[in-house]
């Protein structure tokens, strides 16, 4: 069956970077892409960006370019999701989904992965 | 970017109530929306793709309707495991933005 599980909460400082892990399996990894959306506390969800395993390609949010990366590794089936220069905002949930290529949603998703960014 | 606006915000219903969200897009999507279904300490839950195809294992009671702009979601008879945040998602143009939630809450 179809899982996707991630890294676990991380606690970081104003300025530093965090790179979370998503593992899929159940499913050919390079067929799908992964999404990332975050929700900061009893907030609503923001789509953060997406990756297409199978090339690479990425569409990251515009508030975010600069300062994300995502990236696949095929051997492992893992996606990372790469946030530099934290701020107190970026405070959130992270979720990673599976999603395929065009209109298709993201149907599989992680149980999520708190980010606090505190001094 | 394309913005979602769902209705209302907050809403409160008694189980076997028929309850309808709305979900309006600021430029037309076709039929590229989803909607989704979040429980508190949760993911979100994809419900309906193409605004209107359930998802396999999603009850009969939820539908989903509308084209171009307007879209709803539509639950004919509120089950107790239902009361949860209702979020609609653009898939249409890049970036995938989301509706703000309508949490369905007990009356």
């Known amino acids: 069956q179809v899982q996707v599980v991630q890294s676990g909460a991380e606690v970081k400082k104003p300025g530093a970077s965090v790179k979370i892990s998503c593992k899929a399996s159940?499913?050919?990894?390079?067929?799908?892409?992964i999404s990332w959306v975050r929700q900061a506390p009893g907030q609503g969800l923001e789509w953060m960006g997406w990756?297409?395993?199978?090339?690479?390609?990425?569409n990251y949010a515009q508030k975010l370019q600069g300062r994300v990366t995502m990236t696949t590794d095929t051997a492992t089936s893992t996606a990372y999701m790469e946030l530099r220069n934290l701020r107190s905002d970026d405070t959130a949930v992270y979720y990673c989904?599976?999603?395929?290529?065009?209109?298709?949603?993201?149907?599989?998703w992680g149980q999520g992965t708190l980010v606090t960014v505190s001094s | 970017d394309i913005q979602l606006t769902q209705s209302p915000s907050f809403l409160s219903a008694s189980v076997g109530d028929r309850v309808t969200i709305t979900c309006r897009a600021s430029?037309?999507?076709?039929?590229?929306l989803a909607w989704y279904q979040q429980k508190p300490g949760k993911a979100p839950k994809l419900l309906i793709s193409?605004?209107?195809t359930l998802q396999s294992g999603v009850p009969s009671r939820f539908s989903g309707s509308g084209s171009g702009a307007e879209f709803t979601l539509t639950i004919s008879s509120l089950q107790p495991e239902d009361f949860a945040i209702y979020y609609c998602?653009?898939?249409?143009?890049?970036?995938?933005?989301f509706g703000g939630g309508t949490k369905v809450d007990v009356k």
């Open positions: 159940g499913y050919t990894f390079s067929s799908y892409g």
């Open positions: 990756i297409y395993v199978y090339n690479g390609n990425t």
């Open positions: 193409d605004a209107s």
């Open positions: 430029q037309g999507i076709s039929s590229f």
């Open positions: 989904a599976r999603k395929r290529r065009g209109v298709i949603p993201s149907d599989y």
């Open positions: 998602q653009q898939l249409n143009t890049y970036p995938l933005t």
